[in-house]
């Protein structure tokens, strides 16, 4: 079984990415052949900073380790390092419908809020997404609901590849989670937490001070009646149920259950206390990695350098079914 997702360096890393994607990458090294990128190239289809872009590359690779990826039983590395990835984008454009990507609803809503220029890269995402997972002939694609609608987009695009040109890749499936696939903003709980549109009060993250996660959660937007407990009427109680229900790793209705006759303001602590204790070992093992630039460079460089080799071989493969580049 071979697993693959990637990761963007758009920022600091938010709950929501760490519940819906890093938590399911750190199982995935049990699971199969685990390989994971930072994608450097998909943080360009929006507004960037050069100099950013390198730092918080580091920064998400240190995050990630701290999580619990292991270079030595997974494959971690730098999306940019591998340039099958950009190739394999562009010939699959080529069985790519453009009325699929202006479906995609990342790209609407993304596209909606940029103040200056909506890049063909923004529209394009979908495409470099799906090479990056078809590369490696992927199983498996570890990702939070946001993403589903992208996973169903390079299956599309995989099965019509195989029907058009032989069978190539193998049409992966999306994982996500059953709790805490999306993960909502704190004080909005009808919009998930995200990086670009976020309110700092209402994006818990992976590296914020015991403090911050305390007056974030007993500031959380709750509804104004009573009852803990899950319902489209309690987005907020119903985030928070999830939330604590994936740190404790029990199920819903056990917090449910536990918090039946609590007020809203002890339950808010109960989530507070449990995330700090739950992050604060990732954090610490941060700020022990994430200053060795040389360090994290080493394990990104020897990562690109397997996930090359298996990229190149299966790039070979489509540019002879294709009929492109210099016979075999
Ligand atoms: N709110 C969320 N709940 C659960 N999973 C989430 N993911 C993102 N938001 C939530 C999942 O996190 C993984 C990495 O996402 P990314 O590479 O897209 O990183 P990002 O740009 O920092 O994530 P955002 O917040 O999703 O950014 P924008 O603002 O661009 O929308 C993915 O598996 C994703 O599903």
Redesign the pocket.
């Known amino acids: 079984m071979r697993i693959f997702?990637?990761?963007?360096p758009?920022?600091r890393?938010?709950l929501?990415?760490y519940?819906?994607?890093i938590v399911q990458y750190v199982a995935g090294q049990e699971r199969g052949e685990a390989i994971y990128s930072i994608?450097d190239l998909h943080a360009t289809t929006v507004a960037f900073d050069p100099a950013e872009l390198r730092e918080l590359t580091y920064d998400t690779a240190a995050i990630l380790i701290a999580a619990g990826l292991d270079p030595a039983r997974c494959i971690l590395f730098r999306q940019s390092d591998v340039p099958e990835h950009t190739e394999l984008a562009w010939l699959l454009t080529s069985v790519t419908a453009y009325g699929d990507l202006q479906r995609m609803t990342?790209f609407k809503e993304?596209s909606a809020k940029q103040r200056e220029l909506v890049t063909a890269g923004l529209f394009f995402y979908p495409v470099l997404m799906a090479a990056d997972v078809l590369a490696y002939r992927t199983d498996e694609v570890?990702?939070?609901?946001?993403?589903r609608q992208h996973v169903e987009l390079m299956r599309d695009i995989a099965i019509r590849f195989n029907s058009r040109f032989g069978e190539q890749f193998v049409v992966p499936e999306a994982r996500i989670p059953q709790v805490?696939?999306?993960?909502?903003d704190l004080q909005d709980p009808t919009s998930?937490?995200?990086?670009?549109?976020?309110s700092e009060e209402g994006t818990l993250y992976v590296l914020d001070e015991p403090a911050q996660i305390e007056r974030k959660f007993k500031r959380a937007v709750t509804d104004s009646g009573s009852g803990v407990r899950r319902g489209p009427d309690k987005p907020g109680i119903s985030n928070l149920i999830d939330v604590l229900a994936v740190v404790r790793a029990v199920a819903p209705e056990q917090v449910e259950r536990e918090f039946a006759n609590a007020g809203y303001g002890d339950f808010k602590a109960a989530v507070a206390a449990a995330v700090t204790e739950y992050l604060a070992p990732v954090r610490e093992r941060y700020n022990q990695l994430h200053a060795d630039r040389a360090a994290l460079e080493t394990v990104l460089a020897a990562g690109a350098e397997r996930a090359r080799a298996i990229a190149s071989a299966t790039l070979a493969d489509v540019r002879d079914a294709m009929g492109v580049g210099t016979p075999r």
Do not use: L
């Open positions: 997702s990637g990761i963007q758009t920022g890393k938010h929501g990415n519940i819906g994607g994608v990342q993304k570890p990702v939070g609901e946001d993403q805490g696939a999306r993960i909502m998930k937490m995200s990086t670009t549109s976020a």
